[in-house]
């Protein structure tokens, strides 16, 4: 059973994993047009690896990078892991790195989603994402 809220406009959710630093901010998701959707979030405060998600509102969840193809395209590869240090923030967002939902239910503007984060050092971690219209998925920045 998936669990979908409202929450009328809400931009971020934050996150953060117990001992760890770790925090998620920004987390939105594009409603989507097809059987795919990205979801964005900057992370900041620690030295980890992304190295798996879950929700229950998709069949599976990948790291992508989007790159210019060969012909001058964009295209999407997937990635193994995503970095983020105290340095440098991860930052997911539109033409870059971002986590596709693979397979995913129906989603509206305004719901909100959970997604579980496993990171390589600080564990599991559960972020709320915003369905927002894809115009939106760039976020405050």
Same mark, same amino acid.
Request: glycine share 12%; hydrophobic share 45%.
């Given at each position: 059973?998936?669990?979908?809220?409202?929450?009328?406009?809400?931009?971020?959710?934050?996150?953060?994993?117990?001992?760890?630093?770790?925090?998620?901010?920004?987390?939105?998701?594009?409603?989507?047009?097809?059987?795919?959707? %990205?979801?964005?979030?900057?992370?900041?405060?620690?030295?980890?690896?992304?190295?798996?998600?879950?929700?229950?509102?998709?069949?599976?969840?990948? %790291?992508?990078?989007?790159?210019?193809?060969?012909?001058?395209?964009?295209?999407?590869?997937?990635?193994?892991?995503?970095?983020?240090?105290?340095?440098?923030?991860?930052?997911?967002?539109?033409?870059?790195?971002?986590?596709?939902?693979?397979?995913?239910?129906?989603?509206?503007?305004?719901?909100?989603?959970?997604?579980?984060?496993?990171?390589?050092?600080?564990?599991?971690?559960?972020?709320?994402?915003?369905?927002?219209?894809?115009?939106?998925? %760039?976020?405050?920045?």
């Amino acid at each position: 059973m998936r669990r979908v809220g409202v929450i009328a406009g809400m931009m971020v959710a934050i996150s953060a994993c117990a001992g760890s630093g770790l925090v998620v901010t920004e987390a939105r998701v594009g409603e989507p047009t097809g059987p795919n959707a %990205a979801l964005y979030f900057t992370a900041s405060g620690g030295d980890d690896r992304l190295v798996g998600a879950t929700t229950s509102v998709a069949t599976a969840v990948e %790291a992508h990078e989007t790159a210019m193809g060969d012909d001058g395209t964009m295209t999407m590869r997937p990635v193994a892991d995503l970095a983020v240090s105290v340095d440098s923030d991860l930052v997911l967002e539109p033409g870059g790195f971002h986590l596709m939902l693979i397979d995913v239910d129906r989603l509206e503007v305004g719901d909100t989603i959970e997604v579980a984060l496993r990171w390589e050092t600080a564990g599991d971690m559960t972020i709320e994402a915003l369905v927002v219209s894809p115009a939106d998925t %760039a976020g405050d920045r």
